[in-house]
């Protein structure tokens, strides 16, 4: 079982539209795949038509009250379980104050999924801000997939997140995890903005960025509130077209 974070401490960038539509690909590629929204704002939940229930996300379990197991619910798309979110849990992190190792909860509960093997991959998409949840879902994690847009301050974003996973190395309690890929999103082949930020990010680290880049685009905004992935929502668009060419490179790279 595969645990990835998708994740960037700043907002606007894809985020939760990446986890959304990369777990749709995968499913529909016959991936027995789990999405944890760990997001108290829950777009995760509601962009796959998910119900956002007082007591029906990871709060309890993180609090040790009940199985992750027992929070999960099935999904109108073959093959994709969901994990849902709920404002309460923004209250998280005043709940972990004393506790012995505030970042482990969740890589604690996820270990019962992993021994069982009922799932090839977990996402994880994360707040955008650098707080508990964050950590959690970071120390959790395997991998790290970081979306990036294009743009001016692409860059700057990163390197906190490259930051912060050096500070999680260094907490101990297990190894070092590694980024993945960046997958750089809202993409304007109109401008030049969006090349010369590709291709700065390409020059700082090639080995990182996938080559795929997700455009800028109306019908992938108009999904979520329609509570569907782009592959079901307008399944010939540019946009799915995209996420399946990115969905393609990411298994690739998750099997070298």
Do not use: W
């Amino acid at each position: 079982m595969n645990v990835i974070a998708v994740t960037n401490q700043k907002g606007g960038v894809g985020k939760t539209t990446t986890a959304i539509n990369l777990a749709a690909c995968l499913a529909e590629l016959g991936k027995r795949v789990l999405l944890i929204d760990t997001d108290p704002q829950a777009n995760a939940t509601s962009g796959l038509g998910g119900v956002i229930a007082p007591g029906g996300s990871l709060r309890p379990v993180l609090l040790g009250q009940k199985r992750l197991r027992e929070q999960i619910v099935s999904t109108s798309f073959p093959h994709l379980d969901l994990l849902p979110s709920e404002i309460d849990l923004a209250a998280i992190e005043s709940a972990f104050a004393g506790s012995d190792s505030p970042l482990f909860h969740l890589r604690n509960a996820l270990q019962p999924l992993r021994e069982a093997q009922d799932y090839e991959i977990v996402l994880l998409d994360t707040p955008p801000s650098l707080g508990l949840l964050m950590a959690n879902a970071l120390a959790a994690a395997d991998l790290v997939l970081v979306p990036l847009q294009c743009e001016y301050y692409a860059l700057e974003g990163l390197s906190k997140i490259l930051d912060l996973l050096d500070k999680l190395g260094t907490v101990g309690e297990g190894s070092r995890v590694r980024i993945l890929g960046i997958l750089m999103t809202m993409f304007d082949v109109r401008t030049n903005l969006s090349q010369q930020v590709v291709e700065d990010v390409r020059r700082h680290v090639p080995h990182l960025l996938f080559q795929t880049l997700i455009p800028r685009s109306i019908r992938l905004a108009e999904a979520p509130s329609h509570g569907k992935p782009i592959t079901t929502y307008d399944p010939s668009s540019v946009g799915a077209v995209s996420y399946r060419h990115f969905c393609a490179e990411f298994l690739a790279r998750l099997s070298a």
